[in-house]
């Protein structure tokens, strides 16, 4: 039941780590060396990791043009409806707006993840869709808000490695996470978010080293504005897992700057006052957007939209809601899905469910190819031949169990089940064991509590969810290279054979990913978006009034519109009543009628006489006529 963005789930990538293992013990160093510096490119990587500021541009205009030329070649669809509930929050702060009026005939416009009521948009917060209103607002294109969104992220990483590894480590670090989450990472090239939550994730945790190693002057007042604007994005991407990631962080902060400041007072006037008065600031700045959007400073719109439109709470240790009145059929559908998921996942699903989470994050952030450092640091630095063992058992099991193709879903196999777990934890004590240091076991508690708070959510795993502590997880692996790259044979050298090649084998792999053929939802993506472009090329305004049979797969969600429905040159709607249809027409009066049949994606000219008396049309037998190609 892992989310479907798990990339690493591919023979590939089990493939492409093993021809690395081998490479590294067979290549000989000393004609790459002599290649590397010949060219200039060891003595080039170098002189730019020192000049640190330029580094952290170098790494983010790097991963900015990847990310477009690949958007060129390939442009990304919505498909989800969070990602249309993203879009419609984009649309809305790009036209100067933090909400909109709840439209009239409201019940036609319900749709997943969206709010209508007390007002029109996304359930989500605001963060996502303020990057993908700077994009729009830019360039007229949102998506250009993502590729800014992957750019900062992949910048602020290498700004916080800086501060964790060093500087050439630092600048290797940032071009490894723009390898694998840059160019084609699911986080830059869709609409899902999880670049602005790791944004926000490098800047805590850049600031919190840099202010706990006695930083001052103007780096301390940068370093406290950094730690204020982290968390306040993380409090409007992820605000769970945020605050989950941030807990040892904060721990900390408060156990070494005072000591490295002076002392508490020199730390509550230096530090303590400027931070909370920046996250004041942050914080009057949500509340009045839950007020605008829900009636309330202290409900946020994704309460108010999970208790009109779902039972499921969103935690384990929660109660069922009572069963919303749903009118719309497709709307119920939604809404008995996700109660379908939640019931699956109860009893023994309920330890399947939570293997499916931390097998997730782990391959992920890591998967095959970046749990090679691990691997190699167990003989690199000569542990003791169990761990030794115990490492590379680990590795062959959880990669050798991804290959799995329904490993979790319909029917976990309890003997795989607790293999699978016992080989996660066996790689948790292990990381534990080679990261002693106190700031690798903040690392480390970090991404436990964030994997231990995803456990006790209801929804499956999605790779966005761990998006605050993926910046951590390229720690660990940087470290285990940095530690490794000592390691030689005789004429051989394993650990910098590994460090050149592991960029290469994470792009390798991505890429991979990306161009694979698409799946069922990723081609109905299409058919919408052919559609949506047929209409906008017609004269006038369009109105689409979608019929949906009662088998109808509710993820292929048609119903989706700007934040502007008076104005929008195509608007979707659901079909109700002929007198509910009627009056919605009337609402949205002057534009060309058309009804879709989502189950064959047939979309007719709708005609419908609706002529009654005082307001209250009544429908006689519509006409129908073929949309032209």
Not at 26 to 52: H, M
Not at 54 to 80: H, T, Y
Not at 284 to 311: C, H, I, K, M
Not at 501 to 516: D, K, R
Request: proline fraction near 7%; aromatic fraction near 12%; glycine fraction near 8%.
């Amino acid at each position: 039941m892992a989310g479907s963005d798990l990339k690493a789930l591919q023979l590939e990538s089990l493939l492409g780590a093993t021809a690395l293992i081998l490479a590294a013990f067979v290549v000989p160093w000393a004609p790459i060396y002599g290649l590397l510096e010949c060219t200039r490119i060891l003595p080039a990587f170098r002189a730019l990791a020192r000049r640190r500021n330029l580094a952290v541009l170098f790494v983010g205009l790097v991963a900015f043009a990847g990310d477009a030329l690949v958007s060129w070649r390939r442009p990304p669809l919505p498909v989800a409806p969070d990602e249309f509930s993203y879009l419609l929050a984009a649309d809305t702060f790009a036209a100067g707006r933090l909400t909109n009026p709840t439209p009239a005939q409201w019940q036609h416009f319900q749709t997943p993840e969206v709010l209508v009521r007390p007002s029109y948009q996304s359930k989500y917060p605001p963060g996502q869709g303020v990057f993908l209103a700077v994009g729009q607002r830019l360039t007229g294109n949102p998506l250009a808000g993502v590729w800014l969104s992957s750019a900062l992220a992949c910048a602020a990483l290498c700004w916080m490695l800086q501060a964790w590894v060093g500087e050439a480590w630092a600048l290797y670090g940032g071009l490894l996470a723009t390898c694998q989450l840059a160019w084609f990472g699911h986080w830059s090239q869709s609409f899902w978010g999880g670049m602005v939550a790791a944004l926000g994730g490098a800047l805590v945790f850049g600031a919190v080293r840099r202010l706990a190693d006695k930083e001052g002057g103007l780096g301390r007042i940068g370093s406290v504005l950094s730690l204020a604007l982290g968390l306040t994005i993380l409090a409007n991407t992820r605000p769970f897992e945020g605050l989950l990631a941030t807990v040892p962080a904060a721990a900390a902060l408060l156990v070494y700057a005072p000591r490295r400041q002076g002392g508490w007072r020199p730390f509550g006037t230096k530090i303590a006052l400027p931070l909370t008065a920046f996250l004041l600031f942050g914080a009057f700045v949500t509340l009045a957007y839950n007020q605008r959007v829900t009636g309330s400073p202290w409900q946020l719109p994704y309460q108010v939209y999970e208790r009109q439109y779902d039972a499921v709470p969103s935690f384990i240790f929660q109660h069922l809601r009572p069963w919303p009145q749903l009118q719309d059929a497709s709307m119920r559908a939604a809404a008995v899905g996700t109660l379908a998921d939640w019931r699956w996942a109860q009893g023994f699903y309920r330890l399947a469910f939570v293997i499916s989470k931390f097998f997730g994050l782990w391959q992920f952030a890591l998967g095959a190819a970046l749990s090679l450092p691990f691997v190699m640091l167990a003989f690199a630095e000569r542990w003791p031949r169990w761990a030794q063992v115990l490492q590379v058992a680990a590795f062959s099991v959880v990669q050798g169990l991804a290959l799995e193709r329904f490993l979790f879903w319909p029917s976990p196999r309890p003997l795989w089940m607790i293999v699978l777990l016992l080989a996660l934890i066996a790689q948790a004590a292990l990381l534990a064991r080679y990261f002693p240091g106190f700031w690798e076991r903040v690392t480390l508690a970090a991404i436990g509590l964030v994997a231990v708070g995803l456990t006790l959510e209801t929804w499956r795993f999605h790779s966005h969810y761990m998006a605050p502590v993926m910046p951590l997880a390229v720690v660990l692996v940087v470290q285990a290279v940095r530690r490794g790259w000592a390691w030689a044979l005789p004429t051989r050298a394993p650990g910098k054979i590994l460090a050149i090649g592991l960029p290469v084998l994470t792009f390798a792999i991505a890429a991979a990913g990306a161009i694979s053929a698409p799946g069922p939802l990723e081609l109905w993506a299409q058919q919408r978006a052919a559609m949506q472009k047929r209409l906008e090329s017609l004269p006038g305004h369009q109105l689409v009034i979608v019929h949906y049979g009662p088998q109808h797969d509710f993820y292929e969600e048609w119903v989706e519109n700007r934040a502007d429905l008076q104005h929008a040159k195509v608007v979707w709607a659901r079909e109700g009543s002929p007198v509910e249809d009627c009056q919605l027409i009337a609402s949205y009066g002057g534009r060309t009628v058309w009804l879709l049949n989502a189950d064959h994606n047939a979309l007719e000219k709708y005609k419908p006489n609706c002529a009654g008396s005082k307001g209250a049309p009544v429908p006689s037998v519509p006409t129908l006529e073929s949309l032209p190609e």
